[in-house]
């Protein structure tokens, strides 16, 4: 199991002491500093996953040292969290101008430490494999380019496959960062609670409320890799045969905080025996995201019907809700969104989300069917039919 490197920067021996010990798990590998040069010649000659960095020392401050490693490609992207027994706004603020990431208050209360430190490590881990796949995905461009011009076509043609692949890119990579704004917030107006409560003994409420929105983070994060693998054929499908009723289950156990914030009750009529071919994680995913768009746009104090219907050798799984009806081509926009030209992608729909996207793709790569239907009584049904096992 790989290690994560922290490094504490700290001039008192007895803070090191106390941090070394809450963070004594033998996931990280901790190194230490007593000023600030130090810190930065540790850094210049070893590499660290996150520092914790104490604000008040003699010579050089935290403030120095941080916008020095800021400032440098090998240290930019190293999280910082300022260990401070102030909490003063304006210096909370002048800390995160230097570009820290994040603080904790002395004296230490040990669950929030840990939840801060791992938060940013599993953010640190998820920028990097993103990072990655906009690599990758700059080098299938390339290989693009060598094709066609070893094709020999047009110069015309060659620009148009070329732009169309940058575009896809870079509507991916948006839609990536917009998804990921709203978690971020979450982190942040949680942290601001802590900070007007770090004296009290409520702050494993807190950190709970933290460690949330660092889930829906690292959720939306795997939806956007899992998008960019299904787009570019990098998934390895392992079809099984998979009960229908335990794939809603475990869809449906998921969403039970959604269900409850919505109040909206859920209904599934599904027999047990129903048993589909596919593969597990991507149907269980599938079915998350149809569930997930049908809570969210139905009414309060109203019902998500879940059900299933056999249809010869094929299985019909269906999801029917209470809400609006999906807007004049805005089914042909999520499941095409893709093969959009830029100039016909837009922000207008309401029910359009990553998630339907993703739905298409997986029922293209298990070469089945999805369906939206607006329903005359109301509501919307989203369905899709899967061969029998």
Excluded: W
């Excluded at 597990?280 to 219907?309: D, F, H, Q, W």
């Amino acid at each position: 199991m790989k290690k994560h490197r922290i490094l504490i920067v700290d001039d008192i021996p007895e803070n090191i002491k106390v941090l070394k010990a809450i963070l004594s798990d033998p996931s990280y590998e901790i190194q230490y500093a007593m000023n600030g040069k130090d810190a930065l010649m540790l850094c210049v000659a070893d590499s660290f996953d996150l520092i914790l960095l104490d604000i008040m020392m003699p010579e050089m401050d935290g403030y120095e040292v941080c916008k020095y490693l800021k400032s440098k490609d090998k240290t930019r992207d190293i999280p910082v969290i300022y260990l401070t027994a102030k909490i003063d706004s304006d210096d909370i603020i002048k800390g995160f101008e230097t570009g820290a990431q994040d603080y904790v208050t002395k004296p230490f209360n040990s669950q929030e430490l840990i939840a801060r430190v791992n938060t940013h490590l599993e953010l640190k881990h998820k920028n990097e494999s993103l990072k990655f796949m906009n690599l990758q995905l700059e080098e299938k461009v390339a290989a693009r380019t060598m094709e066609l011009q070893e094709a020999n076509t047009s110069l015309k043609e060659a620009n148009l496959q070329l732009s169309k692949l940058e575009d896809a890119k870079n509507d991916f990579l948006s839609l990536m960062s917009t998804e990921l704004r709203e978690p971020l917030n979450g982190i942040v107006g949680f942290a601001d609670m802590l900070e007007f409560s770090i004296k009290n003994k409520t702050n494993l409420k807190y950190v709970r409320f933290i460690k949330q929105a660092c889930e829906k983070l690292i959720g939306v994060s795997d939806i956007a890799l899992l998008l960019s693998a299904l787009r570019f054929d990098r998934y390895k499908m392992k079809v099984v045969g998979l009960p229908v009723h335990e794939v809603v289950k475990v869809s449906v156990d998921k969403l039970r905080g959604l269900l409850s914030e919505r109040k909206v009750k859920l209904k599934m009529d599904i027999p047990k025996n129903y048993i589909v071919r596919g593969d597990e994680r991507l149907l269980e995913i599938c079915m998350e995201k149809i569930l997930e768009n049908a809570i969210a746009n139905t009414p309060s104090r109203s019902e998500v019907y879940v059900g299933a219907e056999l249809m010869g050798q094929k299985i019909k799984v269906f999801v029917k809700d209470a809400g609006t009806h999906f807007a004049e081509g805005e089914v042909n926009y999520t499941f095409r969104f893709f093969d959009l030209e830029k100039n016909e992608r837009t922000d207008d729909f309401k029910r359009f989300t990553p998630g339907l996207v993703v739905v298409k793709l997986v029922m293209d790569l298990h070469k089945a069917k999805v369906d939206v239907e607006n329903l005359e009584e109301g509501g919307v049904s989203v369905s899709f039919l899967l061969p029998e096992y």
